[in-house]
């Protein structure tokens, strides 16, 4: 078995935490001490190693990184992060596209506030 530790960081207000990769055979782990690495969740810590970003990596062990990138090439794990980093830019867009017809429909319904005000005012105006 092959086992990899890394100390990660995201800043300086946080203590650091460590990830450690292991392959045996063809099975890939990866653990994190963060609060979420103990959720069964995939920590951005773990994700970013598997992605091959040494990003938040503390130690002086970050050529490492390219080394757990082809342990996940080879067990498939990389196919799968490429489809989760699609399937969260397309979140991404969606939400922004929410955001934006959100927008758009507050600025409708604010529109046909103002419409009713102008109806109700020509219909007073005519009765008069």
Not at 32 to 50: Q, V
Not at 53 to 76: D, F, H
Not at 99 to 116: C, G, L, V, Y
Request: aromatic share 4%; net charge neutral.
């Amino acid at each position: 078995m092959d086992e990899i530790k890394f100390n990660v960081q995201v800043s300086n207000d946080t203590p650091h935490y460590t990830v450690t990769i292991c392959k045996e055979q063809k099975r890939l782990t990866a653990s994190c001490t963060c609060e979420s690495g103990g959720l069964d969740t995939l920590c951005k810590h773990r994700l970013s190693i598997l992605a091959g970003k040494a990003k938040w990596v503390i130690s002086n062990n970050t050529a490492e990184v390219k080394r757990v990138l082809s342990w996940a090439a080879s067990t498939g794990v990389g196919d799968a992060i490429v489809r989760m980093v699609r399937a969260q830019k397309r979140l991404k867009d969606t939400e922004q596209e929410l955001i934006k017809a959100t927008h758009n429909r507050e600025e409708a319904e604010q529109e046909a506030i103002t419409s009713r005000q102008e109806l109700i005012q020509a219909l007073s105006a005519s009765t008069e």
